[in-house]
C-alpha cells in the first residue's frame, strides 16, 4: 500500500532529508507499526521504551500484552546474547515510535540479510539494541525496553509460558508450561502443570483422529 499525498506531506513537513521518504524502498516509514501517532489525539500512551543509546523512543496504548513468552530458541539465544528472550505480543497499531524509528536496522534471520523482510528483527542501527521482531501481523515487543513505574506494570507482561525449553541453557522450575519447542505445536515437557499436559493431550489425540477419519474419507 503506497502512501497518500496527505501523508507524505506531513511527513515531508517534518524531515530534512526529502530522499529519505521517496521511492518504494521507503513506504515502510508509512505503515504501521513505523507510522508516526504524533498527531494521534485518540493515542494513549500507557508505557514508554528506548534503547541503550536513547536514540530509538516508543510508547505502547496496550495495558497488557496479547500475550508474552520466553524463547530458549537458539536464533534468540544468539541473537540477543543472552539465555533466552522475553517478547510481548502486540498488534502493530499498539506501538507510536516517537524518536529515532527511522534509524531502525532490520535482519531476516530466515535468509541472513538486512532486508526489511517479515517476519524479520528490528534494532537501533545505531547502539544495536534489539527492539522487537516484527512479524506479518503483530510485533513481539522486548519488554526489558520498558520503564515500568512499579511492579504492578511489569506484572502485566509476565510471560505465559516458555517455549523451545528443549533447547535451553539453564532450567526455570517455575511451574509455567513449557513447550518442546513452538508454543501450542510441540510437546509440554519438564515441570508443565499436569492440568495443561492433559489437556495438550486430548488435543493430540483428536487432531490424530480427525487426520485418521479425513484419511479413510478419501480413500
Ligand atoms: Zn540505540
Ligand atoms: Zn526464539
Not at 507510536?96 to 530466515?110: Q, S
Not at 526489511?116 to 534494532?123: A, D, F, I, M
Not at 511489569?154 to 541453557?169: A, E, I, S, V, W
Request: proline share 6%; net charge neutral; aromatic share 10%.
Amino acid at each position: 500500500m503506497s502512501p497518500t499525498s496527505d501523508e507524505k506531506a506531513k511527513a515531508h513537513s517534518s524531515t530534512q532529508n526529502k530522499e529519505d521518504l521517496e521511492g518504494e524502498h521507503n513506504e515502510w516509514k508509512f505503515r504501521v507499526p513505523y507510522k508516526v501517532h504524533e498527531n494521534d489525539k485518540n493515542f494513549k500512551a500507557l508505557y514508554e521504551g528506548s534503547c541503550h543509546c536513547g536514540r530509538v523512543q516508543y510508547q505502547l496504548s496496550r495495558e497488557k500484552p496479547l500475550d508474552a513468552k520466553f524463547c530458549h530458541c537458539s536464533t534468540c539465544q544468539t541473537l540477543h546474547g543472552a539465555p533466552f528472550q522475553w517478547a510481548a505480543i502486540f498488534h502493530k497499531e499498539d506501538i507510536n515510535f516517537t524518536h529515532g524509528h527511522h534509524d531502525l536496522g532490520w535482519y531476516d534471520p530466515g535468509e541472513k540479510t538486512t532486508k526489511h523482510k517479515l517476519p524479520c528483527k528490528v534494532s537501533c542501527s545505531y547502539c544495536r539494541s534489539p527492539i522487537m521482531d516484527e512479524g506479518r501481523n503483530m510485533i513481539l515487543l522486548f519488554p526489558s525496553l520498558i520503564k515500568f513505574k512499579d511492579k504492578k506494570e511489569k506484572h502485566n507482561f509476565d510471560p505465559t509460558c516458555h517455549m523451545f525449553y528443549g533447547k535451553r541453557l539453564y532450567d526455570f522450575p517455575d511451574g509455567l508450561p513449557k513447550w518442546s519447542g513452538l508454543s501450542g505445536d510441540s510437546d509440554l515437557i519438564e515441570d508443565s502443570p499436569p492440568e495443561a499436559i492433559k489437556k495438550r493431550k486430548r488435543e493430540v489425540e483428536e487432531k490424530e483422529k480427525e487426520d485418521e477419519e479425513g484419511k479413510s474419507e478419501k480413500k
